[in-house]
T-cell receptor
Framework: SQQGEEDPQALSIQEGENATMNCSYK?????LQWYRQNSGRGLVHLIL?????REKHSGRLRVTLDTSKKSSSLLITASRAADTASYFC?????????FGKGTKLSVKP | EAGVVQSPRYKIIEKKQPVAFWCNPI?????LYWYRQNLGQGPELLIR????????DSQLPKDRFSAERLKGVDSTLKIQPAELGDSAVYLC???????????????FGEGSRLTVL
């Protein structure tokens, strides 16, 4: 099983600013995934980065992966109020996907 | 394409009553998960199915919780009897493969919010 631990636990920024969230995990993974959860909703998959990749982009999202440090970061550029949500990372391998507590992002208009 | 469908969305019961949640995964997804999410926390895995087989139920409180996935499609999660501490959101997710082996992406339903009074 793989667990993701997100940092910081909470982040508050102004609209237009960039938001950076970090993630650490404990053992070997095949991929690292980020999910978003809006209040009262289910989780939505944002992006997956494979263990042999170092950086990946998707729209305003940029994910990095450092397997030597067992860490990943998610950067959201030019944030919008609609980005307000909780963000979770999770490492995928042969077992289950175990989620951490997430980073709660608040983007103020 | 329809997503993961869960019902009911909300359920309020008194303690010691039974409750059941239903999940219809995305067509063709052989892996199904039930998670429980408490307020302000991440989802906590309860059980994982590969087709109709429960391959990991180590976190399922078996004294009061049960789950089934007949024919490897729909699944139900039951709590009997419910306790105050069971108040949470119960999330169902499905994946076209065992997590992490292929795409690894999980598709979540909107969840069933349980309140036990």
């Amino acid at each position: 099983s793989q667990q993701g631990e997100e940092d910081p636990q909470a982040l508050s920024i102004q609209e237009g600013e960039n938001a950076t969230m970090n993630c650490s995990y404990k053992t070997s993974i095949n991929n690292l995934q980020w999910y978003r959860q809006n209040s009262g909703r289910g989780l939505v998959h944002l992006i997956l980065i494979r263990s042999n990749e170092r950086e990946k982009h998707s729209g305003r999202l940029r994910v990095t992966l450092d397997t030597s440090k067992k860490s990943s970061s998610l950067l959201i550029t030019a944030s919008r109020a609609a980005d307000t949500a909780s963000y979770f990372c999770v490492g995928g391998s042969q077992g289950n996907l175990i989620f951490g507590k997430g980073t709660k992002l608040s983007v103020k208009p | 394409e329809a997503g993961v469908v869960q019902s009911p969305r909300y359920k309020i019961i008194e303690k010691k009553q039974p409750v059941a949640f239903w999940c219809n995964p995305i067509s063709g997804h052989n892996t199904l998960y039930w998670y429980r999410q408490n307020l302000g926390q991440g989802p906590e895995l309860l059980i994982r199915y590969e087709n109709e087989e429960a391959v990991d139920d180590s976190q399922l409180p078996k004294d009061r919780f049960s789950a089934e996935r007949l024919k490897g499609v729909d699944s139900t999660l039951k709590i009997q009897p419910a306790e105050l501490g069971d108040s949470a959101v119960y999330l169902c997710a499905s994946s076209p493969s065992r997590a992490g082996v292929n795409t690894g992406e999980l598709f979540f339903g909107e969840g069933s919010r349980l309140t036990v009074l």
